[in-house]
Nanobody, 122 residues
Framework: QVQLVESGGGSVQTGGTLRLSCEAS?????GAWFRQAPGKAREGVAG??????STRYSDSVKGRFTISQVGTRLYLQMNNLKPEDTATYYC????????????????????WGRGTQVTVSS
């Protein structure tokens, strides 16, 4: 199983910017960023299918967040952050090709990081 380590979380004000990084110990065919706020289910916010370069975003972050991949690193550029973006963010990867429609589904991934906290204050 691939080991994942996230970094880049922190506290910012509304409208601020953060860039999350995820270092993987092995090959990434597809990857995604999920987030989970207290008392809420884990939700996929951005996913990428490496072979095709296709991406998918949740409606809540579309136009503000950008996922990218360079080798064994995944990134999540987060712009114009809002208080509702406050959550623990998790990196997830798989060695399988995940079609675009399934990129934001928890069950598509077998490797998960421990998470990094993002807090956005108003």
């Amino acid at each position: 199983q691939v080991q994942l380590v996230e970094s880049g979380g922190g506290s910012v004000q509304t409208g601020g910017t953060l860039r999350l990084s995820c270092e993987a110990s092995g090959y990434i065919a597809s990857g995604a960023w999920f987030r989970q706020a207290p008392g809420k289910a884990r939700e996929g916010v951005a996913g990428i299918w490496n072979s095709w370069g296709s991406t998918r975003y949740s409606d809540s972050v579309k136009g503000r967040f950008t996922i990218s991949q360079v080798g064994t690193r995944l990134y999540l550029q987060m712009n114009n952050l809002k208080p509702e973006d406050t959550a623990t963010y998790y990196c997830a990867t798989t060695r399988q090709d995940v079609p675009t429609d399934y990129l934001l589904k928890v069950d598509s991934y077998e490797s998960w990081g421990r998470g990094t906290q993002v807090t956005v204050s108003s």
